[in-house]
């Protein structure tokens, strides 16, 4: 059966996957009307006989077909330059998260909690539940709260990997001896998966990303039985 993720991005969980979405529709309204113009014209070109030399060698035609992609590139390099400083803004993040890849796992402490750290592995196949998705699920899933702005600091301590969720419009590169930071606040509750995104060695696609979006409520209660 053919899921509408195979052909489509997966439902956004971000203000900021929202808006990258919608600029991805826009670029390929834009390609396709391109495509659709550039294929008219090598028909009309192909299926004309008779091409006129006023066409073929004209300084004004040619001013027209460099200047109109100039300008096609700087009506799509607007939304994009937003997008990208957004990306990158940190506003009053309500806490901190660090989050450090390994051969072949991941580690998150939360940086506002005494002691609440933790490594999430994936569950192999002779232990997985039924119902979970396959090389897709841990045992320790990364939670936080929805609606409030969160700061993810992101290393490694051996090899470059990339803690990536598409949901959430987040890939980040963990990179030894570097740390990495980026911001995301969550829309709804639910529960979201990801995965190593760099060829981080043999093992690389045996170290999946969960996170679980809750109300404040149920949040503070988990860590408040943390152990």
């Known amino acids: 059966m053919l899921n509408w993720y195979m052909f489509n991005f997966q439902d956004t969980n971000s203000y900021i996957m929202t808006l990258m979405t919608y600029f991805h529709d826009f670029i390929m309204m834009i390609l396709f009307m391109i495509m659709i113009f550039i294929i008219y014209i090598m028909l009309w070109f192909f299926l004309n006989k008779f091409i006129n030399r006023q066409i073929m060698h004209n300084q004004l035609l040619e001013l027209i077909w460099t200047l109109i992609p100039m300008l096609i590139l700087v009506f799509m390099a607007i939304p994009s330059l937003k997008i990208l400083y957004m990306v990158e803004e940190i506003i009053n993040p309500f806490m901190t998260l660090n989050i450090l890849g390994h051969q072949w796992y991941w580690s998150y402490e939360y940086v506002d909690f005494k002691n609440l750290l933790f490594d999430s592995f994936m569950i192999q196949d002779n232990f997985i539940d039924l119902g979970n998705y396959r090389l897709l699920e841990v045992d320790n899933h990364l939670i936080i709260p929805y609606n409030m702005n969160i700061r993810f600091l992101v290393s490694s301590v051996d090899v470059i990997h990339s803690w990536a969720i598409s949901s959430l419009g987040i890939k980040v590169d963990a990179t030894p001896g570097r740390v990495n930071q ?12 990801g995965q190593c995104s ?3 060695g043999l093992n690389h696609s045996f170290m999946p990303i969960v996170l679980e979006s809750t109300n404040l409520l149920f949040f503070f209660n988990w860590v408040k039985n943390f152990e």
């Open 182 to 193: 980026i911001m995301s606040n969550l829309n709804r509750v639910g529960i979201f998966y």
């Open 198 to 200: 760099e060829i981080c």
